[in-house]
């Protein structure tokens, strides 16, 4: 006990997930005067936490953890203990959406997040400061506030919200080269000095013009909108790509020369198979179903097209296979190569292979996947559907005997693979549909496949 006394301030973060972890390893890491421990309800997962083996792989990560654990970085299961000592809470539990009654498919499931406010007042005996780093839909800091304020024992409660920008794969560096780090609060003189004590814990490492601070409300609603924007430019070029594949013209072609435009910029403008990730949706979702609650029908609408557009896309890719594979694919292997929803990542959740599996099982297809790291996760998502599913590590051996390999996580050891071996192991016509736009198509071409990307002209051999 006697060390903690030597710290200039406890922060305790209430959720030990992919964003709870990486963050305060790096709070504890550029704030030695600072105590910080993260709490959990999953023992194992603290378990992980503990060990040498950290449940999440983020570059750069494991070195930070191993560098502050013990010293001022903290794994736990003691949630009320790690409460009553805090100064500053930030909570970092899962916020879904909801499966279920009013919402559901739409709205964020809350039910964590309230357990974990009704906790934070049944545990505290001082004044705190909890920060919201869930995402939430605009105006939860309301609902937050009246829980704290129900058991009201003379206990000053300061509630901001400091949103989350982190990228999966990029974590570590998103958080040390932050564009920018968001900070609501109340304008009210309490609400200010709790800003000020959150922008302390980011000014150690940024500088002080990259931390934005705004109302409490701003701050909520900024992390759908930022989502949102991200999403809606890649739904953007993905309609694009249906339309280039009718024009002959390039979608590559077209994003260059759009994002060459400094008003636009070249980021999140690559014509894929349809995004995927914990995030995306999820937000938009969120904010189309709150847009609908305040009767903002239209506002609802042109948001939720994104969504639906990235729909679209995955089906039109499905549909493209089976209509180039002569309107048939029943009993024919396709390989897939990639099932995570993004490079460098073993995350599967929203991943668009999951729809494109399950759409190619019901065309009575054999499924082979192979992905350096989500395999395991792949099994997961499809089971109960393993009939016609395989899984096999070694692409090579994914592709033997296939009629067709689908790009569905842009690797780059699948940029890297001897295509020649491939094209002579797999049935002819031998067919690949590029979902990532990542292979070498011209190359492909003169090797003998039949090469369909997205958003460009396919190369085939065919008359
Ligand atoms: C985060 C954010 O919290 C979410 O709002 C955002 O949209 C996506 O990122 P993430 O860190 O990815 O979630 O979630 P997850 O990895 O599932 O971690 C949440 C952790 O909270 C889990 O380890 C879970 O066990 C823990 N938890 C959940 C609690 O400790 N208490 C609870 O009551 C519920
Ligand atoms: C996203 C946001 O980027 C991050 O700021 C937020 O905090 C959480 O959600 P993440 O889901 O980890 O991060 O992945 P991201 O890199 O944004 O990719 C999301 C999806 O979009 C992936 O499936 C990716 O392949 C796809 N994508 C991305 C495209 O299809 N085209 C692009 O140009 C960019």
């Given at each position: 006990m006697e060390y903690r006394m030597t710290f200039k301030k406890n922060i305790l973060c209430i959720g030990a997930g992919y964003v709870g972890g990486p963050t305060m390893a790096v709070i504890a890491l550029k704030c030695p005067e600072y105590r910080v421990e993260v709490v959990d309800i999953n023992e194992e997962r603290i378990r992980q936490w503990n060990s040498?083996?950290?449940?999440i792989y983020e570059p750069g990560l494991d070195s930070i953890v191993r560098e502050t654990r013990g010293k001022n970085l903290f794994f736990s299961t003691d949630i009320n203990k790690g409460i009553q000592e805090a100064d500053i809470i930030f909570v970092s539990v899962n916020t879904p959406t909801?499966?279920?009654?009013?919402?559901?498919?739409?709205?964020?499931?809350?039910q964590y997040w309230e357990k974990t406010a009704h906790t934070i007042v049944e545990n505290s005996t001082s004044n705190k400061i909890i920060v919201e780093k869930s995402t939430l839909p605009v105006r939860t800091a309301e609902a937050m506030e009246r829980i704290l304020k129900?058991?009201?024992?003379g206990i000053r409660f300061e509630v901001l919200s400091n949103p989350e920008f982190l990228a999966e794969g990029s974590a570590v560096m998103d958080l040390l080269e932050a564009d920018r780090v968001l900070i609501g609060a109340h304008r009210t003189p309490g609400g200010l000095r709790a800003e000020q004590e959150i922008v302390d814990i980011y000014a150690h490492w940024l500088?002080?013009?990259?931390i934005i601070t705004t109302n409490l409300w701003s701050s909520e609603l900024s992390k759908l909108v930022a989502n949102a924007f991200l999403a809606q430019r890649i739904s953007s070029i993905n309609a694009v790509s249906a339309l280039c594949e009718k024009t002959d013209a390039d979608v590559s072609e077209i994003a260059y020369a759009v994002g060459s435009d400094s008003r636009i910029?070249?980021?999140?403008i690559n014509a894929s198979i349809g995004f995927g990730g914990s995030c995306f949706k999820k937000d938009i979702l969120n904010l189309v179903y709150i847009s609908r609650s305040y009767g903002l029908l239209e506002v609802a609408d042109y948001w939720e097209m994104v969504v639906s557009m990235n729909e679209y896309q995955k089906h039109r890719f499905v549909q493209k296979i089976v209509k180039e594979m002569f309107n048939t694919i029943a009993g024919k292997k396709i390989a897939l190569f990639g099932f995570a929803?993004?490079?460098?990542?073993?995350d599967t959740r929203e991943s668009a292979a999951i729809y494109i599996t399950k759409q190619l099982l019901e065309e009575h297809a054999i499924v082979a996947i192979s992905d350096p790291k989500a395999l395991d996760n792949a099994k997961i998502d499809l089971k109960g559907m393993d009939n016609g599913v395989l899984y096999i590590p070694d692409p090579y051996e994914a592709a033997n005997d296939a009629y067709a390999i689908a790009i569905v996580t842009e690797w780059s050891d699948f940029k890297n693979l001897d295509y020649e071996r491939i094209f002579k192991s797999m049935k002819k016509p031998a067919f690949i549909f590029d979902g990532r736009n990542l292979l070498d198509h011209h190359k492909l071409s003169e090797i003998g496949f039949n090469v369909y990307p997205i958003g460009k002209t396919p190369l085939t051999h065919f008359d």
């Amino acid at each position: 006990m006697e060390y903690r006394m030597t710290f200039k301030k406890n922060i305790l973060c209430i959720g030990a997930g992919y964003v709870g972890g990486p963050t305060m390893a790096v709070i504890a890491l550029k704030c030695p005067e600072y105590r910080v421990e993260v709490v959990d309800i999953n023992e194992e997962r603290i378990r992980q936490w503990n060990s040498d083996h950290i449940p999440i792989y983020e570059p750069g990560l494991d070195s930070i953890v191993r560098e502050t654990r013990g010293k001022n970085l903290f794994f736990s299961t003691d949630i009320n203990k790690g409460i009553q000592e805090a100064d500053i809470i930030f909570v970092s539990v899962n916020t879904p959406t909801k499966t279920f009654g009013e919402g559901a498919g739409m709205a964020s499931d809350l039910q964590y997040w309230e357990k974990t406010a009704h906790t934070i007042v049944e545990n505290s005996t001082s004044n705190k400061i909890i920060v919201e780093k869930s995402t939430l839909p605009v105006r939860t800091a309301e609902a937050m506030e009246r829980i704290l304020k129900a058991g009201n024992r003379g206990i000053r409660f300061e509630v901001l919200s400091n949103p989350e920008f982190l990228a999966e794969g990029s974590a570590v560096m998103d958080l040390l080269e932050a564009d920018r780090v968001l900070i609501g609060a109340h304008r009210t003189p309490g609400g200010l000095r709790a800003e000020q004590e959150i922008v302390d814990i980011y000014a150690h490492w940024l500088p002080r013009e990259k931390i934005i601070t705004t109302n409490l409300w701003s701050s909520e609603l900024s992390k759908l909108v930022a989502n949102a924007f991200l999403a809606q430019r890649i739904s953007s070029i993905n309609a694009v790509s249906a339309l280039c594949e009718k024009t002959d013209a390039d979608v590559s072609e077209i994003a260059y020369a759009v994002g060459s435009d400094s008003r636009i910029g070249h980021k999140f403008i690559n014509a894929s198979i349809g995004f995927g990730g914990s995030c995306f949706k999820k937000d938009i979702l969120n904010l189309v179903y709150i847009s609908r609650s305040y009767g903002l029908l239209e506002v609802a609408d042109y948001w939720e097209m994104v969504v639906s557009m990235n729909e679209y896309q995955k089906h039109r890719f499905v549909q493209k296979i089976v209509k180039e594979m002569f309107n048939t694919i029943a009993g024919k292997k396709i390989a897939l190569f990639g099932f995570a929803f993004k490079a460098n990542t073993g995350d599967t959740r929203e991943s668009a292979a999951i729809y494109i599996t399950k759409q190619l099982l019901e065309e009575h297809a054999i499924v082979a996947i192979s992905d350096p790291k989500a395999l395991d996760n792949a099994k997961i998502d499809l089971k109960g559907m393993d009939n016609g599913v395989l899984y096999i590590p070694d692409p090579y051996e994914a592709a033997n005997d296939a009629y067709a390999i689908a790009i569905v996580t842009e690797w780059s050891d699948f940029k890297n693979l001897d295509y020649e071996r491939i094209f002579k192991s797999m049935k002819k016509p031998a067919f690949i549909f590029d979902g990532r736009n990542l292979l070498d198509h011209h190359k492909l071409s003169e090797i003998g496949f039949n090469v369909y990307p997205i958003g460009k002209t396919p190369l085939t051999h065919f008359d």
